[in-house]
T-cell receptor, first 113, second 112 residues
Framework: DTAVSQTPKYLVTQMGNDKSIKCEQN?????MYWYKQDSKKFLKIMFS???????INETVPNRFSPKSPDKAHLNLHINSLELGDSAVYFC????????????FGPGTRLLVL | EDKVVQSPLSLVVHEGDTVTLNCSYE??????LLWYKQEKKAPTFLFML????IEKKSGRLSSILDKKELFSILNITATQTGDSAVYLC????????????FGTGTRLTIIP
């Protein structure tokens, strides 16, 4: 009965590769988010989708492309991975945009070598 | 399964009151406990706690961790309306089980 799930949990890859992280929520929420956690534990929002529509797109390289096939899924595809992309990426969801508590997934730890 | 439980779920107080928010956890290979404040935007990092009994303080906010009893508290003194937010607690684990498990938050409302 996991609320927000992400796969994979760990991702180790070489520079230049393309990879995807998947996120699914079974809470019936309309809004989903992708965050990047930096080394200082700050959570930086990358994208937010509401009902499959992109509503927040922070200053993120074009190599990052979110895709929301339906309300319950928000995937993150990263092209031409760079060393600086190494971080923990969190998916979250809420009923409406920043309207109330967001439920976070367990995170995907990405390491680019 | 790792678990983080926050209480109360919501709290309404008057400006000037002092509040205490609770976070208890059951995880394998505890590394640190983090507190975030979430308003109508991305969560803002407040504190990271790794050692028991050492209080972290930032203005009117303070937090302490008890690793024996597996909980942390976040205190806010002389509350202001700007303190109204959802406060999230999250626990980091390591040693092959690296992840951050979030609680569902405490919604704090400060009435002027």
């Amino acid at each position: 009965d996991t609320a927000v799930s992400q796969t994979p949990k760990y991702l180790v890859t070489q520079m230049g590769n393309d990879k995807s992280i998947k996120c699914e929520q079974n809470l019936g929420h309309d809004t989903m988010y992708w965050y990047k956690q930096d080394s200082k534990k700050f959570l930086k929002i990358m994208f937010s989708y509401n009902n499959k529509e992109l509503i927040i797109n922070e200053t993120v390289p074009n190599r990052f492309s979110p895709k929301s096939p339906d309300k319950a899924h928000l995937n993150l595809h990263i092209n031409s991975l760079e060393l600086g992309d190494s971080a923990v990426y969190f998916c979250a969801s809420s009923h409406r945009l920043f309207g109330e508590t967001q439920y976070f997934g367990p995170g995907t730890r990405l390491l680019v070598l | 399964e790792d678990k983080v439980v926050q209480s109360p779920l919501s709290l309404v107080v008057h400006e000037g009151d002092t509040v205490t928010l609770n976070c208890s956890y059951e995880v394998t290979n505890f590394r640190s406990l983090l507190w975030y404040k979430q308003e109508k935007k991305a969560p803002t990092f407040l504190f990271m706690l790794t050692s028991s009994g050492i209080e972290k303080k930032s203005g009117r906010l303070s937090s302490i961790l008890d690793k024996k009893e597996l909980f942390s508290i976040l205190n806010i003194t002389a509350t202001q309306t700007g303190d109204s937010a959802v406060y999230l607690c999250a626990v980091e684990t390591n040693f092959g089980n690296e992840k951050l498990t979030f609680g569902t938050g405490t919604r704090l409302t400060i009435i002027p």
